[in-house]
């Protein structure tokens, strides 16, 4: 069942990469990234094909990030947030993206190219198991994605954090959690998972996983974003945030409201 979802969400994101090539930026994907706490000026930072629209926070807003740091981003997509965080980090620092699609990876990497950022790197791996030394990381961001990451496999993420993780070294997460039990009309919904919505977590279960790692003083915030605004995405005309694509909008998708379910929340955390 984890290597059909998987595959599942490999398949769905590395679609939309590769239709980023080909596929004009609307306006929409500024109005939902400015929702979700990007400025202007990081927005304006950033190569043409770099924000996707496929965010529910800005993990870099409130990482606290340091020149001359090590980050890695987990799920890194376009680099949107790898970029953000190679400027803070400059060029005694250093910026790592990893992301288990091939097409996602190399995107980036064009982007990174087109931005002339040499301080970042970019992993192809999956976010539970990535080729980087024990305590080697100041600071571990991630964007909408550990949500993706089937329900066995979540605590091996938050390991694989406190393992590359310095002693004092911090995590900043941005992600959608559920604020109550999914219903299985919800859970069960492909669709939904892999927009980002099915495969919640409780606020309880995050807060174990990051206890059970040794990652201390947790903080998650809920940041009362909107999420219905993913439903008016522009950006691919099949398919829009977190991979839920218009023409797969049932009316029961349609009708119902994100927001009583899910959130948007920030979680930060530091290694003992």
Request: glycine letters at 10%; hydrophobic letters at 35%; one cysteine or more.
């Given at each position: 069942m984890a ?54 926070g ?5 990482a ?31 910026a ?22 040499s ?21 571990i961001i ?6 993706l ?57 995050y ?11 947790a ?27 218009a ?23 530091i290694?003992?």
């Open positions: 290597e059909n979802t998987y595959n599942l969400v490999q398949s769905r994101y590395g679609d939309m990469a590769e239709q980023s090539k080909v596929t004009q930026q609307h306006a929409r994907e500024e109005d939902i990234a400015r929702a979700f706490g990007y400025s202007a000026e990081d927005l304006s930072s950033l190569p043409e094909k770099t924000n996707l629209g496929l965010s529910c800005n993990p870099v807003g409130f606290n990030v340091n020149e001359g740091e090590t980050v890695v981003d987990l799920g890194s997509g376009s680099g949107i947030d790898v970029f953000l965080a190679a400027r803070k980090v400059g060029p005694s620092g250093k790592i993206g990893v992301d288990m699609t091939k097409s996602m990876i190399e995107l980036a990497e064009s982007n990174a190219q087109k931005a002339g950022l301080n970042t790197q970019f992993i192809e791996a999956t976010i539970h198991s990535i080729p980087l030394p024990d305590a080697s990381v100041d600071c991630s964007n909408c994605v550990i949500n990451v089937p329900i066995g496999d979540k605590p091996a993420v938050f390991r694989e954090i406190a393992r590359l993780l310095k002693p004092g070294g911090r995590v900043a997460i941005s992600d959608i959690l559920a604020r109550k039990p999914l219903p299985d009309h919800i859970t069960n919904n492909m669709a939904l998972y892999v927009g980002c919505v099915a495969g919640a977590g409780q606020v309880d279960e807060k174990g996983y990051l206890e059970q790692a040794g990652l201390q003083n903080l998650i915030v809920d940041a009362k974003s909107d999420l219905n605004l993913y439903k008016n995405s522009s950006y691919l005309p099949q398919k829009s945030c977190c991979g839920m694509g023409s797969e909008i049932t009316p029961e998708i349609a009708a119902l409201d994100f927001n009583e379910w899910v959130g948007s929340f920030q979680i930060y955390a290694k003992g």
